[in-house]
């Protein structure tokens, strides 16, 4: 077994775009992945697959899931969505924000730059949209630390119990 360089790691990384209504049963796929590897220690419940699929379909036909694939198979992805403070009216934007409702990568590709370049395009979403862009990470598992620390390196901080990125304007 052959010792990849950083170069090579570079060269093969994960393509990262906009997921594409094709791309629902990969997604779905991805989830199911996700939900094996938490629910030993988290009891999260399985996807109900018919209102997983349409809530997913939504989301894509707004432009707010992003996949990374290689090979032709998804490795990783972040379904996001807009909510609101409960605090303020829903006509009231700046009681909005953006927040992932799925993120994932495949273990193989964590030290790829996968993840990394996935919040890069939700935080240019949320720059976009002029929004602040709200992380949750499950806190469970012996990674956890270390999650922690990568969201802050990527700009956000942490506060309420989710991590934090208030939008950036264009120069």
């Not at 890069?120 to 922690?148: F, H, N, Q, T």
């Amino acid at each position: 077994m052959s010792t990849q360089t950083s170069q090579d790691r570079r060269q093969a990384a994960p393509d990262v775009s906009l997921a594409e209504p094709g791309d629902i049963v990969g997604l779905l796929e991805t989830m199911r992945k996700a939900h094996a590897l938490l629910s030993a220690d988290m009891p999260f419940p399985e996807p109900d697959v018919p209102y997983c699929m349409q809530a997913m379909l939504d989301q894509i036909a707004m432009g707010h899931v992003f996949v990374a694939r290689s090979g032709g198979r998804i490795v990783g992805v972040i379904a996001l969505a807009v909510h609101r403070w409960p605090w303020t009216a829903p006509s009231n934007t700046a009681g909005h924000y953006l927040t992932n409702e799925h993120f994932w990568v495949d273990p193989v590709y964590r030290r790829w730059g996968t993840a990394r370049r996935l919040l890069g395009e939700a935080a240019r979403l949320s720059d976009g949209l002029g929004i602040p862009l709200m992380i949750d990470m499950s806190s469970g598992g012996a990674d956890a630390p270390l999650k922690d620390r990568f969201v802050k390196t990527q700009g956000f901080m942490y506060v309420g119990g989710k991590h934090f990125r208030a939008p950036r304007k264009a120069h």
